[in-house]
């Protein structure tokens, strides 16, 4: 039978919550590098998934990590957190890490980002990427130059575009070793971003590879001062 008397009370459609809510772009990261290396670092983002703003702390729970800022305020802008790795010290094997992100203010608060890094015995082989550097503004237009040099790698090499440190589909493939390509750049397949690296890894042997600096990438022309 249904019960057809009238109803007082509230009903609740959806997600009512006007409370800030934290949202990271990344639920995991990992990272490689040979023994007595570090790899490069990796970023993520802290954005606003609710209203109004909120403050953060960021913490890790090993001692070869670090997080930049460990702190900040979130409204209506992403802040951007950069992964660094201290791990010349360890030896090889796969590690674990998590990283937290509280705020008194978000109702979902903490929320965490596993961290995967695996470290391996590596070869006589090296490659070591100088450019570009860490905080480099590379704008549609201009032609930019990605250098390397490599030590103990015969045959050529992939240069491969990565964002948060995963690798893109786009690159330079099967491209001479000698140390340089040149590259006008253009956001026809890639989106501008701020979390772009360039990764240069051995054909040859895949485990032999470098990693750039954390650098941008955009499509905006700098303001003229007049």
């Known amino acids: 039978k249904y019960d057809c008397r009238p109803y007082e009370g509230t009903i609740t459609v959806g997600n009512a919550s006007s409370n800030p809510r934290i949202y990271l772009n990344q639920t995991s990261l990992s990272a490689s590098a040979a023994v007595g290396q570090s790899p490069a670092s990796t970023t993520f983002q802290i954005a606003n998934g609710g209203s109004g703003s909120f403050t953060y702390t960021v913490s890790d729970n090993v001692d070869w990590l670090s997080c930049s800022p460990s702190s900040g305020t979130v409204d209506s802008t992403a802040d951007t957190i950069t992964v660094s790795y ?56 201009e032609t930019q130059s990605i250098k390397w040099s490599s030590s103990g790698v015969s045959g050529n090499v992939n240069v491969i575009f990565c964002r948060s440190g995963a690798e893109t589909k786009w690159g330079f493939w099967d491209t001479a070793n000698d140390g340089t390509v040149r590259w006008e750049v253009k956001v026809d397949n890639l989106d501008p971003g701020d979390d772009y690296q360039m990764k240069v890894v051995s054909r040859e042997d895949e485990t032999v590879y470098g990693m750039s600096g954390v650098f941008t990438i955009t499509d905006s022309t700098p303001a003229s001062i007049t």
Request: charged fraction near 5%; glycine fraction near 8%.
């Open 86 to 141: 201290s791990t010349a010290s360890l030896a090889a094997g796969t590690y674990s890490a998590t990283i937290t992100v509280t705020s008194p203010e978000a109702e979902n608060s903490p929320q965490t980002i596993a961290v995967s890094l695996t470290i391996t015995q590596g070869s006589s082989a090296s490659i070591s990427v100088s450019a570009p550097t860490t905080g480099e503004v590379w704008r549609v237009g």
